[in-house]
């Protein structure tokens, strides 16, 4: 060997080292469109800013009491709560109504989208009649389902001090109002007078068929740990304590599964499952929760968002009567850091959405965390799929692999703010679906990042203290001027955030996002929560759009009551949750879509499935469907279908309204 190449073999390990360092410095340097892209992307779409009508005389408040050990980080508790879901609730073939939960009231409302037909009823909060309830508790989320199968849409809210409770809508009521709303326990033996049931602290639930026995199933996620008295400000510290680290905390609440057992009297009966996790998955922190069948079997797998620690997929194993999964981990290679390998990550994740994003027919995940340069810079995620086909990823599955690849730094979505609830949809019907996530945190005039950072850098071994947090009271400021994201897709593949050439880029921190077509025109609008501020309607007048399938599936049923009294709601029917769709157009495309039973953190897009197909189209559609009876049977149909919306019965046979 010659001198100079024992020089080069001695600098070797040198050379590899800078050359790793330029390649991570050029794929994860946070580089951002031009002005002139960003315009060129919005001007494919556009939302009108609607206020949202609400019910006054309810006391205000812009921090809540908490426990009076936990006043010091008052508002980093406060943080939470804001919700929004949007659903066809009175059954007149829209999803025109609301369902908000507002910190500024505590309440869980109910109140029509604004625009047209705005004027069926007037805005009005549930009330929980005689069931238990007391100051220590706040409304957390909304989450639409019908949940004793009659027909009509029902209502699970969730709390931090409670159980959740069951809004059952009425058979005879002629309006939507708080009567025609019947309150009922999830979780039975909560008391009559004095509250006595568990103690949780619920930041996420979603419903789906998990033991495929055709029914609706409950997942309940908690955040801080069971017995947690975090609102009670007659109380001091007790029970109450902090994540025990920062990256791998698992001293949070439980998760818990409800199996549905069965319906007497108009109220559906669930059997809780406490152990269908083990306790490192199911004592994360969580904050959000996906659900919905990847490999095509029509049980849903269940992608959780955990605070303070790893995200977890959950592959479905499970039988009639028997909920199981097993954990899904993706395999790490010298090229992939630890944290942006799914299952395996150190972040905040703090929600979720599914999407065929590269489409090739199978799901694609987007995940929340936090991202805010100079504060604590992590990354969203845009996990898409590796899989050969949905055969392949069964396979890979099964082997306890998840053949999934973060590409947010490539695709630029890495980067946007304190995320939490994130929605992805074909706003403008162009074939090639947005992304909108809500971001922010805490809006005050103190900045808080420096002792935040000093606390992200602590031994895990004093986090559990509450003496080790930064003084977080009202007044306190950490991400509270961000905004919301809207990642559009350019012809080169890669995202750019258009929110402020949109006009959405409003400075008020933002927890959920809900979806849904609320006038029949094919375009999609949403509504967002706000942490600490009103929410707003985004009605969608986006420009010059393609065309679009639009399908409302719902079960057969002699119970789907269309012909109830005149005088009375009418109810829709149960949607088919977890119902899978394939179209494939003239030209070849194919899209794939599915009814969603409430995924993300705080945000609940309607049951509808809406398809985007990119261009105009001329001839039938070839419409692929497959979904679960309710004898628990998995039933497959092609169909041919015009654009536009359908609404279809599925039983042993799909058949149009």
Same mark, same amino acid.
């Given at each position: ?496 955030? %258009? #929110?402020?050439?949109? +006009?959405?880029? /409003? ?6 996002? =809900?979806? @849904? *077509?609320?006038? $029949? ?6 509504? %967002? #929560?706000?942490?600490? +501020?009103?929410? /707003? ?6 420009? =010059?759009? @393609? *065309?679009?399938? $639009? ?107």
């Amino acid at each position: 060997m010659t001198t100079k190449a024992k020089w080069l073999y001695r600098q070797l390990p040198g050379i590899v080292a800078l050359g790793l360092m330029a390649t991570v410095f050029v794929v994860g340097n946070p580089h951002f469109a031009s002005a002139d892209k960003r315009a060129a992307l919005a001007s494919r779409y556009a939302f009108t800013p609607l206020s949202v009508a609400m019910p006054g005389g309810f006391p205000q408040q812009t921090i809540r009491k908490v426990n009076r050990g936990y006043e010091r980080i008052s508002a980093w508790i406060s943080s939470v709560g804001a919700a929004v879901a949007m659903n066809d609730l009175d059954g007149d073939g829209f999803d025109n109504d609301l369902c908000i939960v507002d910190t500024r009231i505590d309440q869980v409302v109910i109140t029509p989208t604004p625009g047209e037909r705005s004027d069926r009823y007037g805005p009005f909060a549930l009330t929980p009649g005689a069931l238990p309830m007391n100051k220590a508790m706040a409304p957390m989320g909304c989450v639409p389902a019908d949940l004793n199968e009659d027909g009509r849409q029902d209502l699970l809210v969730y709390y931090w001090g409670r159980s959740p409770i069951l809004y059952l809508q009425r058979a005879g009521a002629s309006v939507l109002s708080a009567d025609a709303f019947q309150p009922a326990e999830l979780v039975q033996g909560s008391g009559s007078g004095e509250y006595t049931g568990p103690i949780w602290n619920t930041n996420v639930a979603t419903v789906a068929d998990f033991d495929g026995d055709s029914h609706l199933d409950v997942f309940i996620g908690n955040y801080f740990a069971d017995g947690s008295k975090i609102l009670d400000d007659t109380a001091n510290g007790g029970e109450v304590e902090m994540s025990d680290s920062m990256s791998r905390a698992f001293n949070g609440g439980r998760d818990y599964f409800f199996r549905w057992t069965g319906t007497a009297e108009g109220t559906p009966a669930f059997q809780r499952l406490d152990d269908v996790l083990p306790e490192d998955i199911s004592r994360a922190w969580g904050l959000g929760a996906t659900s919905l069948d990847l490999d095509g079997d029509q049980l849903p797998e269940l992608y959780l968002n955990n605070d303070f620690g790893p995200d977890r997929l959950l592959h479905n194993r499970s039988t009639p009567g028997n909920i199981r999964f097993s954990l899904v981990e993706g395999e790490r290679t010298p090229w992939i850091p630890k944290s942006k390998t799914l299952g395996h990550d150190s972040f905040k994740g703090m929600g979720s959405d599914t999407a065929d994003l590269n489409h090739d027919g199978i799901y694609d995940f987007f995940v929340s965390n936090i991202t805010t340069s100079y504060g604590i810079q992590e990354s969203n995620f845009q996990f898409v799929s590796t899989a050969k086909d949905q055969a392949d990823l069964r396979a890979r599955l099964r082997e306890g692999v998840a053949p999934w690849e973060d590409q947010s730094a490539q695709v630029r979505t890495a980067w946007s703010g304190w995320g939490w609830d994130v929605k992805i949809q074909d706003f403008n019907n162009s074939g090639e679906p947005a992304i909108t996530q809500a971001t922010g945190f805490v809006k005050g005039w103190v900045n808080r990042w420096a002792q935040l950072q000093e606390l992200a850098a602590a031994n895990d071994g004093v986090l559990r203290y509450l003496t080790s947090w930064p003084v977080v009271r009202e007044g306190a400021d950490l991400a509270g001027n961000q905004t919301l994201a809207f990642f559009a897709k350019g012809a080169d593949g890669q995202y750019a955030n %258009v #929110a402020e050439e949109l +006009g959405l880029a /409003v400075p008020i921190p933002t927890r959920g996002i =809900a979806t @849904g *077509d609320s006038n $029949g025109d094919g375009l999609v609008d949403f509504a %967002v #929560a706000r942490q600490f +501020g009103p929410p /707003v309607f985004y009605q969608n007048q986006s420009p =010059a759009p @393609g *065309d679009f399938l $639009g399908l409302r599936l719902t079960h057969e049923s002699a119970t789907d009551a269309n012909s109830a009294a005149a005088d009375t709601l009418t109810a829709p029917g149960s949607p088919v949750v977890g119902a899978q769709v394939k179209v494939t157009t003239q030209h070849g495309r194919t899209f794939i879509g599915h009814v969603d039973g409430g995924s993300g953190h705080s945000g609940k897009r309607s049951h509808m499935v809406h398809i985007g197909l990119g261009q105009k189209v001329t001839g039938p559609l070839k419409v692929h469907l497959t979904w679960r009876d309710r004898t628990g049977q998995v039933r497959e149909q092609d169909l041919q279908l015009t654009p536009g919306w359908h609404s279809l019965k599925l039983g042993s046979q799909a058949k149009e309204k």
